[in-house]
């Protein structure tokens, strides 16, 4: 079965910071490019981050570079999202996604993508 499911959100005061994973079962990330999207409630979906799977090079939206730092774990055939400096702005559902572009071209679409997690809390609150 595939699937992919995230872990590690939680409450955090600003300024903390978190590490999410993005578990993959039942296929090799070897094959996909991972994107990283949140959704704040009443807001549209939003693409943070994306790895490749061909050289590991990550992209990130404006608003969290120098903050979020994306990278794969190909023994754990995982992809980890550090998360720094959190903001209370961060808060959202974040969720990961396999597309099988391995160089992230396009991936701030959700179409491109084939596999989504179920989504991890983060709330940034004091």
């Known amino acids: 079965q595939v699937q992919l499911v995230e872990s590690g959100g939680g409450l955090v005061q600003p300024g903390g910071s978190l590490r999410l994973s993005c578990a993959a079962s039942g296929f090799s990330l070897d094959d996909y490019a991972i994107g990283w999207f949140r959704q704040a409630p009443g807001k549209e979906r939003e693409g943070v981050s994306c790895v490749s799977s061909i050289d590991g090079r990550a992209y990130y939206t404006d608003s969290v570079k120098g903050r979020f730092t994306t990278v794969r774990d190909n023994a754990r055939n995982a992809v980890d999202l550090q998360i720094d400096s959190l903001k209370p702005e961060d808060t959202a559902a974040y969720y990961c996604?396999?597309?099988?572009?391995?160089?992230?071209?396009?991936?701030?679409?959700?179409?491109?993508?084939?596999?989504w997690g179920q989504g991890t809390q983060v709330t940034v609150s004091s």
């Open positions: 996604a396999a597309t099988p572009i391995k160089g992230c071209s396009g991936w701030g679409n959700s179409y491109v993508y084939d596999f």
